[in-house]
């Protein structure tokens, strides 16, 4: 069977109408949004979406509004006629690929003004290139923890840059993994609290044979460090262990795995166990929560979770 050509298109008007033309046939539209450099992981959203809608469109852009100056975002990888051909490998392929230069470039409406810098650490590489955008979406419970404490900025550049998604797009579904836990657990909270008439779908995290959880920031690292970061996925498994079989002392649980994580040779970020709805840290498992993770190996912050259900 020959491999499904998809649609690419750049031009937000034009995404916008092709979604109204085929919901107006009685299609439904699934959206999966990356930021490219695709892998299994991102694959597997793409089948699952398949599952819930007719028709598929995966969104390709690196969000500015989500990385601080400080960060990655200059370096992160892309390989666009890759990704093409690794959703054409899809069972039912994709519909479109939706592929914009720049979801912030307004136009003539767009104002150029010099950036206020007393809060720089809350600013992004959107400000900083003074593109004029001055409208934000704040998730403001779900976004203080975990990621938000060491990346300020990150989470209000994710829920605006996924309201823009959904408002260009306007499907019925949208498919996000659940290696970001927090990402789509603020994302789910945004759509309840806006009212988008779209399902959010978390789909289950996609390890490598030896256990490493798939992300794209996964090229960066050292055969060395590659295998220094296996700690992670072995120590919250010896974790989660520990808890269906006892011990449900959150503090004594996160010395197992941050222990673990710097004797293998890595920076632990944050080792948190929350409740799977609220984020809200717990000190003794009485139900469900997750244990999330950020570590640094090298120069590369990696992220794992694990739900934990007693």
């Given at each position: 069977?020959?491999?499904?050509?998809?649609?690419?298109?750049?031009?937000?008007?034009?995404?916008?109408?092709?979604?109204?033309?085929?919901?107006?046939?009685?299609?439904?539209?699934?959206?999966?949004?990356?930021?490219?450099?695709?892998?299994?992981?991102?694959?597997?959203?793409?089948?699952?979406s398949h599952k819930h809608a007719q028709?598929?469109?995966?969104?390709?852009?690196?969000?500015?509004?989500?990385?601080?100056?400080?960060?990655?975002?200059?370096?992160?990888?892309?390989?666009?006629?890759?990704?093409i051909r690794k959703l054409k490998s899809?069972?039912?392929?994709?519909?479109?690929?939706?592929?914009?230069?720049?979801?912030?470039?307004?136009?003539?409406?767009?104002?150029?003004?010099?950036?206020?810098?007393?809060?720089?650490?809350?600013?992004?590489?959107?400000?900083?290139?003074?593109?004029?955008?001055?409208?934000?979406?704040?998730?403001?419970?779900?976004?203080?923890?975990?990621?938000?404490?060491?990346?300020?900025?990150?989470?209000?550049?994710?829920?605006?840059?996924?309201?823009?998604?959904?408002?260009?797009?306007?499907?019925?579904?949208?498919?996000?993994?659940?290696?970001?836990?927090?990402?789509?657990?603020?994302v789910r909270r945004m759509v309840r609290?806006?009212?988008?008439?779209?399902?959010?779908?978390?789909?289950?995290?996609?390890?490598?044979?030896?256990?490493?959880?798939?992300?794209?920031?996964?090229?960066?690292?050292?055969?060395?460090?590659?295998?220094?970061?296996?700690?992670?996925?072995?120590?919250?498994?010896?974790?989660?262990?520990?808890?269906?079989?006892?011990?449900?002392?959150?503090?004594?649980?996160?010395?197992?795995?941050?222990?673990?994580?710097?004797?293998?040779?890595?920076?632990?970020?944050?080792?948190?166990?929350?409740?799977?709805?609220?984020?809200?840290?717990?000190?003794?498992?009485?139900?469900?929560?997750?244990?999330?993770?950020?570590?640094?190996?090298?120069?590369?912050?990696?992220?794992?979770?694990?739900?934990?259900?007693?």
């Amino acid at each position: 069977m020959e491999a499904k050509e998809p649609l690419i298109i750049t031009d937000k008007d034009q995404m916008r109408q092709w979604s109204r033309s085929m919901r107006a046939q009685g299609n439904t539209i699934g959206l999966v949004p990356t930021m490219g450099y695709l892998h299994e992981g991102h694959l597997s959203l793409v089948r699952e979406s398949h599952k819930h809608a007719q028709l598929v469109v995966v969104s390709i852009y690196v969000n500015p509004g989500q990385f601080a100056p400080s960060e990655d975002l200059s370096t992160y990888p892309s390989d666009f006629p890759g990704d093409i051909r690794k959703l054409k490998s899809v069972p039912g392929g994709v519909d479109v690929v939706f592929h914009p230069h720049n979801l912030y470039d307004y136009g003539v409406d767009g104002v150029q003004r010099e950036v206020r810098k007393e809060k720089a650490g809350a600013i992004s590489c959107l400000e900083e290139k003074v593109l004029g955008h001055e409208t934000w979406i704040r998730v403001e419970r779900l976004e203080r923890g975990m990621c938000g404490k060491s990346r300020p900025a990150f989470f209000r550049g994710v829920a605006t840059v996924v309201t823009k998604l959904f408002n260009i797009v306007e499907p019925d579904v949208a498919i996000f993994g659940k290696k970001d836990y927090q990402q789509w657990r603020l994302v789910r909270r945004m759509v309840r609290d806006l009212d988008f008439a779209i399902k959010v779908i978390g789909s289950e995290i996609v390890r490598d044979e030896d256990g490493l959880a798939m992300s794209s920031r996964n090229v960066h690292l050292s055969p060395e460090d590659r295998e220094k970061a296996l700690s992670i996925n072995r120590s919250l498994s010896k974790a989660k262990c520990a808890a269906q079989n006892g011990q449900v002392s959150s503090r004594a649980l996160k010395n197992l795995v941050v222990q673990a994580i710097q004797e293998a040779g890595g920076k632990v970020d944050y080792a948190e166990i929350v409740d799977q709805e609220s984020l809200e840290e717990v000190e003794e498992i009485k139900g469900g929560v997750v244990f999330c993770v950020a570590a640094w190996f090298g120069k590369v912050r990696l992220l794992d979770n694990m739900e934990i259900n007693v």
